[in-house]
């Protein structure tokens, strides 16, 4: 699969309309929206400073090759990446429903039925990933 992501060496901006207001934060850096400035597709921009710490970008250089080999409907797709002199970037699927833990806090619990299509999701996600070696 990893053939069909794109490597930009160009800048994200010429491709994308990246928003400022952050909409999650991960141990390698934020998370912002964007739109596809030539298809207007919302997607989602997680953005690392090249300042860092060695382990860090080699880190995030490892989720990036892991996730150029994934493709599963219960996990976030990777579209491309870009990097540039301060940032790598990796453009994702956008979520728009949040993240679960805010779903659950906001409706209080889950159904029985609705906690366990949720589980079938998250169980068929994890179980794709160990059959990837």
Request: charged residues 25%; hydrophobic residues 40%; neutral net charge.
């Amino acid at each position: 699969f990893a053939i069909y992501i794109i490597n930009n060496a160009g800048d994200i901006h010429d491709f994308y309309d990246v928003e400022e207001e952050k909409i999650g934060e991960g141990s390698f850096g934020r998370v912002v929206k964007c739109t596809n400035l030539s298809t207007g597709a919302e997607r989602a921009v997680k953005m690392l400073r090249k300042v860092r710490r060695k382990s860090q970008l080699v880190m995030f250089q490892n989720e990036l090759s892991t996730l150029k080999m994934l493709d599963h409907p219960h996990i976030v797709k990777l579209y491309e990446h870009f990097e540039d002199r301060k940032f790598m970037y990796i453009v994702m699927e956008y979520c728009k429903g949040g993240e679960l833990f805010d779903r659950l806090l906001e409706a209080g619990h889950f159904t029985e039925g609705q906690a366990a299509i949720i589980m079938q999701q998250i169980f068929r996600g994890v179980y794709y990933l160990h059959t990837m070696k």
